[in-house]
């Protein structure tokens, strides 16, 4: 027989239980632990059922005096979830009718102890006094007993794990964390938030993490989280909300088996918008140990290892990171104003100088600034990041690519792109690098492997698909780099970069129709009136007088370098495939001095196969640091 104690923390109502000390919903075939809100709410619903519960009251409730918050889109945000957990909609309420511009009323009754059938009531029944009077006494019993066993820290508790064993969880994706606070503006914290959990997680060896290009395609998009899963291959999804009100932060959480749609677990954490980085471990952790994930006592160390920042400095990291991920030319720049700022605020956050000595290599690896300009900076900042915090990943592989591609140290390089893979497995950038160094190593088979490793971790990314694509053509196996090449354009449709490695791979097929189709796609692509004028050119020219194509992206490619810089190596191909010898010499002598990071390619490019007989090939290998 149930025990008095025992009747008076279990609340019964239609199918479900509600557990007043473990936050537990639960029926016949559905568990779910609520977060704060939502099990507020609900609390509240159940004191008074068939009653309006205002939404003033629901607030006042909700969030204590002085808390600044948008208080009606926190709250709707809070219903939307609970009805989610009830399996309810607000269209044809079974369990919360809205009452429109005034608040909620819970339409089913309510019972305790075992065996009280629960019968559905119509939504205008009103409980007598006395019945209400009754319920409150009971319910505030019960939030009493909730209360008595519960402290408070910075720490917020929120519910406790399952009393059964979790599933082992290997693969994962933490979806954009939600802004609470109603500012649109604060967008760039929630999903610097996001980030950093992401490479939090990133760092257990056991888990495979989705990168952060990826989960953000699904910010603000209203899908089934199991299809979610199916697209990004994991097995769990981790999704919550942000919220920093003053000099305050809280971050909520909750993991979600894909396949049953399960809630596993949900936890708050709350404290000085100074201490994120502490409370990003914190949730990490926990995770960890939801998944059933054994951490190595390394990864215990790391993850617990972050320093306190100066607020101010972590405000200008994470907008420096926010513009940084959207990779826009002018954003770039502001970005680098902003890891300055966060320097000069806190001349210890090693962060702000990996995260400049990103920015430094993008502007360069996309073109935006001369190698020799930004390469030196990029290698600086890695420098004094790692010289601050030597377990950062992000910086190993920073300074790993400055020098694979401007130092041109190929050994020194692989140490630091393998050590921040060590550090953080699912660093897809790391892995896209590598497999990169690989293939100009001839390590063909291991390069299609890491850049394989890279697209698992990052699968709507818009570089990595180009670099598994690129690693089958440095192989010479064309048909499965047209076939890569294919998908990525699918999957991409209005990128650049996708069109032009596609018809790259056709030029080497000797497929001169599609090549032309693709290069016009390129050129149309890239926005510039110049590049529209190359592609109408092109349209005009049949697949038997393909190399006319190529003197049209030859004269383009030399125009755009006299506004802005470009690869000398690009132009080098062309003049190679159009077969003008000395010119592409003469190009491949202009990427020497620019010290262009695609130099070392040529040595494995289909496009310069005929070169390596040539003395004045075999030394510039030689002076690049390779050999045929």
Sequence with gaps: MESSAESKRIIRFAEFELDLRAGELSSNDYHVILAEKPFQILTALLERPGEMVTRDELVRRLWPTGTFVDF?????????RLREALRDSAEQPRFIETVPKRGYRLVVEVSSGVGTPATEVAPSRHPSQKEVKGWALFLTAGLALLAAGSLVFDHVWVNRPWKTAQPLIRSIAVLPLEDVSGDPTQDYFA??????????????????????????????????????????????????TVLRSGKRVRITAQLIEASTDKHLWAESYEGEAGDVLAL????????AN?????????ERVILSSSQVVNSESQEAYLKGRYLWDERKPEGLRKAIEYFNEAIQKDPNYALAYAGLADTYGVLSDHDMSYPREAYPKAKAAALKALEIDDSLAEAH?????????????AAQAEKEFLRAIQLNPSNSTAHQWYADLLSEERRAD????????????????EAIPLKLGDAYYFAHRYDEAIEQGRYTVDLHPTASDSHQNLAVYYLAKKMYAPFLTQAQLWLKSSGEESSAKAAAAISRIDAAHYPEALRIMINQAVAQRKVAYSSAVWIAYLCAERGDKD??????????????????????????????????????????????
């Excluded at 690519?401 to 140290?409: F, K, L, M, Q, S």
């Excluded at 291991?446 to 990314?461: D, F, V």
């Design 280 to 287: 990003q471990d914190e949730v990490a952790t926990a995770i």
């Design 72 to 80: 009606n889109l926190g709250l709707n945000k809070a219903v939307n």
């Design 397 to 409: 592989a920073a300074l790993g690519r400055v020098e694979w591609g401007y130092d041109w140290d």
């Design 583 to 628: 010119d592409a010499f003469h190009w491949l002598e202009t990427a020497y001095r620019d010290r262009d990071d695609s130099i070392r390619s040529i040595n494995v490019d289909p496009g310069f196969d005929e070169f390596h007989s040539d003395p004045r090939f075999q030394d510039l290998l030689r002076r690049v640091g390779l050999t045929a």
């Design 446 to 461: 291991e390069a299609i492997r890491e850049a394989k490793k890279a697209l698992e971790l990052n699968p709507l990314s």
């Design 191 to 240: 999903d610097g938030i996001t980030d950093e959990l992401i490479t939090e997680l990133g760092k257990i060896g056991q888990l495979r993490v989705v990168s952060r290009t990826s989960v953000m395609g699904y910010k603000g998009v209203h899908k089934p989280l199991a299809r979610i899963a199916r697209e990004l291959n994991v097995e769990a999804v981790i999704e919550g």
């Design 290 to 298: 939801q998944i059933r994930i054994k951490l190595t006592q390394e």
